[in-house]
């Protein structure tokens, strides 16, 4: 497809723009009310809390406390309205089902290690997506059965360590970044989930 060139001009200046020093907490492309109904009529429980910074570059627009969806959080995590979608869509469509075929019963409760905190990756200077409200830590899901928890059953050959490892390969697509402990000694005990802007899915 022909670019015209002076959109492509604009595009450019646009970037440059935007890639300027400290930048403010980016705008989820689905923000605002909009967003926050879908969320509601979805049944997803959740406080609103408008948008937070804290003024070191770390900050959520739209912000939201989850409490939960099918599932219950065991404690409130807070992410961008639109992260919050994701993780509903995610639970709905990957975390329950593979409940049912792996678990034999519906996932109730989920526990969360972390979401927003302001936060930057590990040996680099660079914001964390946790630092954007894009991102959350899951480290267990509870069943009637009991608790699958990624520290102690990612690697069992059973159906406890199926259902983990089919929760991480139905996250790929829905998250722009799922991290497992396959992926390095500080994801033993979690998996991280993401809605930022990079693309990895590290099984
Ligand atoms: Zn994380």
Redesign the pocket.
């Known amino acids: 497809m022909r670019v015209p060139v002076r959109a492509l001009f604009a595009l450019i200046l646009t970037a440059g723009i935007a890639g300027c020093g400290e930048r403010a907490p980016r705008q989820d492309s689905f923000s605002g009310q909009a967003c926050l109904s879908a969320l509601a009529s979805r049944g997803v429980r959740f406080e609103s809390r408008g948008d937070l910074s804290d003024g070191s570059g770390c900050g959520v627009g739209t912000a939201v406390a989850m409490r939960g969806s099918v599932a219950d959080f065991d404690r409130p995590a807070t992410m961008s309205c639109q992260t919050a979608l994701a993780v509903d869509d995610f639970e709905r469509n990957v975390v329950q089902p593979a409940a049912a075929r792996y678990l034999g019963g519906p996932v109730t409760r989920i526990r969360v290690l ?1 979401a927003y905190r302001c936060t930057r990756v590990n040996g680099s200077g660079r914001l ?1 997506e ?1 630092a954007r409200g894009h ?1 959350i ?1 899951i480290a267990a899901f509870t069943t009637r059965q009991g608790t699958v928890s990624v520290k102690d059953d990612w690697r069992d050959p059973g159906p406890r360590g199926q259902f983990l490892r089919a929760v991480a390969r139905g996250a790929c697509g829905r998250f722009g970044v799922v ?1 497992t402990p396959n992926t390095n000694r500080d994801h033993h005990d979690h998996f ?1 989930f ?1 809605t930022g802007a990079s693309s990895l899915c590290s099984l």
């Open positions: 972390s964390s946790h991102a830590d991290l991280h993401d």
